[in-house]
Nanobody, 123 residues
Framework: QVQLVESGGGLVQAGGSLSLSCSVS????????MDWFRQAPGKGREFVAV????????WYADSVKGRFTISRDKAKNTVSLQMNRLKPEDTAVYYC????????????????WGKGTLVTVSS
């Protein structure tokens, strides 16, 4: 059983930066993959980034590669998403997710979800 709680969303100007945090709790999540997804108004939920909790290996969607950085802090039980050079099209509700599946980076492959935090990028 894993519980996820996101924080850090808000309003930011285009070109600016914002950092999101996901608090992770549970007795057996050391072998999990931790993901960030996002859902813009009127669109489906899409993959943003993933990191393995144990080894810290990371992979990003092409749309955010070079601008976003995912990381995890084992001591604090948190997963972060540092977002730089934000664009209006980054506006979405951002969700933290966890799974044991290292291959399927899609909503159907996730085992646990947070409730999301809203990021709004103004032009």
């Amino acid at each position: 059983q894993v519980q996820l709680v996101e924080s850090g969303g808000g309003l930011v100007q285009a070109g600016g930066s914002l950092s999101l945090s996901c608090s992770v709790s549970g007795r057996t999540f050391s072998s999990y993959y931790m993901d960030w997804f996002r859902q813009a108004p009127g669109k489906g939920r899409e993959f943003v980034a993933v990191i393995s909790w144990s080894y810290g290996n990371a992979w990003y969607a092409d749309s955010v590669k070079g601008r976003f950085t995912i990381s995890r802090d084992k001591a604090k039980n948190t997963v972060s998403l540092q977002m730089n050079r934000l664009k209006p099209e980054d506006t979405a509700v951002y969700y933290c997710a966890a799974s044991t599946n290292g291959a399927l980076r899609a909503p159907s492959g996730m085992d646990y979800w947070g409730k999301g935090t809203l990021v709004t990028v103004s032009s």
